[in-house]
Structure formats: C-alpha cells, structure tokens
C-alpha cells in the first residue's frame, strides 16, 4: 500500500521559476516530513524537513507548506536554477515505529537555462 | 559528503548467489538503516538497527538478512539471488532511534546476471 503519493512524475521549468512539487499522505500517525533531493549516482541528501505543529518552514530557496487536515504537503523551489535538476523525494515517518521514511514515488525536475 | 560509507559500490553477480553490502555510519550515529532502490518500487525501506538491536523491519525478503556489530558498522546479506534484486541499496543512518534526519550513504548498485 502506497501510504504517500507525489506528483508530478516530471517537471520542466525555466531558470528563475518556481517548481512546485505536491505529497498526499494516509497515515495520520506520521509525524516528520522530509524532502531529500537525489542526484544521479547519489545517494539521497535531506534538503529540508517539518512536523506537523507548523504549518510551513523556509530555508533559502526552499520552502515546505504542510495543510494538516487534508493531509498535504508540497515543497516550492524559488528563482529554480540548472543546478537544481535532480530527483526530488517526499518521505514520512512515524517515531513509535522506529522512524522508517516512507518515500513518494520521486519527482524528476529538470530546469532550463 | 554525508560521513556515511558503504562499500562496495558496485557489484555484479550471478543467480543464485550470496553478497555482502557493508555500511559504516556517521561518527556517533546509533542507528542505521537500509533501503532498496529500483526503478519499479522506488525507494523502499528494509530494515533498522539501534545499538546493536533491529529496530523495525519493512518489507524484506526472508533471503535477506542484516545485523549490526558492536563498533555498530551493518552488514546486509542478500542470498539465493534472483534477477530482480538487482538495484541500488542505501544505508542511512541518524544519532538515535528515529523522528530526526536520516543521512544517506552514497549507495551500492548490485546487478544480478
């Protein structure tokens, strides 16, 4: 069962435009929401998380909105640059259950000069 | 650089056999985790270990095994190998038992012939 669901699959965007990428989740028990971005031949590197007690948390360029009860979240790229072509990952985890991360599908964003 | 390493990196085999992936953790790190990439499950968790002790296991296969040692490097054994383990296996790894950042390795790519 896919307990959280990322869209889009891909995203093409210009320099200086903003990438929104969206995360859906089931389980009501999760209780920390990291994005990790992935390059090719990488493994994946923590990009920005947040609990649910707030409702959005900027770092830079990057910034979570999280919607408690529909049980959303997205993360929005600012002034999007080349460099931040890559595969992006929704995850959520749970403590009482040793924290395993459960990973949306990957979003593959690609941003043209 | 995440301070996590695994070795190898890659690693190709034949069916039917037995590998060993290594992963050492952060310096003061307790946990580690791993997870298996591939094209069609995307990033799924395996299995965790806390200071020695699993910590909480996913979906892995009763042919894989994992255990953690007391200078708490982990070892992830896969055997009787079929065509479809072959994927990307990630080992993370975080200062205690969950609900915190979770730091990837940079991954060993197994391909079974």
């Known amino acids: 069962q896919q307990q959280v669901k990322q869209s889009p699959q891909s995203l093409i965007v210009q320099k200086g435009g903003i990438s929104i990428i969206n995360c859906a989740y089931e389980?009501?028990?999760?209780?920390?929401f990291p994005w990790y971005q992935q390059f090719p031949g990488k493994g994946p590197a923590l990009l920005i998380a947040i609990r649910p007690d707030v409702s959005e948390k900027k770092e830079g360029r990057f910034t979570i909105s999280f919607n408690k009860s529909a049980k959303q979240f997205s993360l929005h790229i600012m002034d999007s640059q080349p460099g931040d072509s890559a595969t992006y990952f929704c995850a959520a985890s749970e403590e009482t259950s040793g924290s395993r991360l459960t990973f949306g599908e990957g979003t593959q964003l690609t941003v043209n000069p | 650089d995440s301070g996590v390493t695994q070795t190898p990196k890659h690693l190709i085999t034949a069916t039917g056999q037995r590998v060993t992936l290594r992963c050492s953790p952060r310096s003061g790190d307790l946990s580690v985790y791993w997870y298996q990439q591939s094209l069609d499950q995307g990033l799924q968790f395996l299995i965790q270990y806390y200071n020695g002790e699993e910590r909480a296991k996913g979906n892995i296969l009763e042919r894989f095994s994992a255990q953690q040692f007391p200078d708490l490097h982990s070892e992830l054994n896969l055997s009787s190998l079929e065509l479809g383990d072959s994927a990307l296996y990630f080992c993370?790894?975080?200062?205690?038992?969950?609900?915190?950042?979770?730091?990837f390795g940079p991954g060993t790519r197994l391909l079974v012939l």
């Open positions: 993370a790894s975080s200062r205690r038992q969950g609900g915190e950042t979770q730091y």
């Open positions: 389980n009501t028990a999760f209780d920390y």
